[in-house]
């Protein structure tokens, strides 16, 4: 070994020295904690949105709760009417992979409309079991931190 590899060589840690390297969290420092969907059919809404991809949190006959990437919980609450079919969701579903999601779910019986680009985002619409026409859009976050 040469000296100048000598020199720049670092010795490994002695034990007990071991540092913990902590990564800067680069996320956002707020984010939505609950959003919100009422639905006449509670059991085929929260598997719907499982099958979305959503994690199930908590159920029963007329409540659930689920988990999106992020932590923001969606509500799935029980009305005793169903919506009138096609009314738009209180809220739209972000996806990484507009064309992969698309196909995912049409694979899924989902029947999802075709993409359409907008300024920002690229979008496709699906119906969910409680009448609601939810649209799925394209992230622009790229590789930042969601």
């Known amino acids: 070994m040469s000296k ?3 020199k720049t ?5 002695k034990t007990g020295d071991k540092k913990k390297t ?6 956002p420092p707020v984010a939505i904690g609950h959003v919100r969907i009422e639905t006449h059919t509670v059991d085929d809404t929260i598997e719907f949105f499982k099958a979305l991809g959503l994690r199930g949190i908590f159920r029963n006959d007329n409540f659930g709760v689920l988990e999106l990437r992020g932590g923001t919980h969606l509500i799935v609450s029980k009305r005793d009417k ?3 079919k096609g009314t738009a969701a209180p ?3 972000m996806v990484d992979d507009i064309e992969k999601a698309q196909k995912k779910y049409a694979k899924k019986d989902f029947e999802p409309s075709e993409i359409t680009s907008g300024s920002i985002h690229s979008s ?3 119906r969910a079991p409680s009448g609601h026409k939810l649209k799925i859009t394209s992230s622009h976050a790229g590789k930042r931190a969601a």
């Open 82 to 84: 169903p919506v009138r």
């Open 22 to 27: 902590v990564a800067k969290d680069r996320r």
């Open 91 to 93: 809220f739209d579903i």
């Open 124 to 126: 496709f619409y699906i």
């Open 9 to 13: 060589r670092k010795s490994p840690p």
């Open 4 to 6: 100048a590899e000598t």
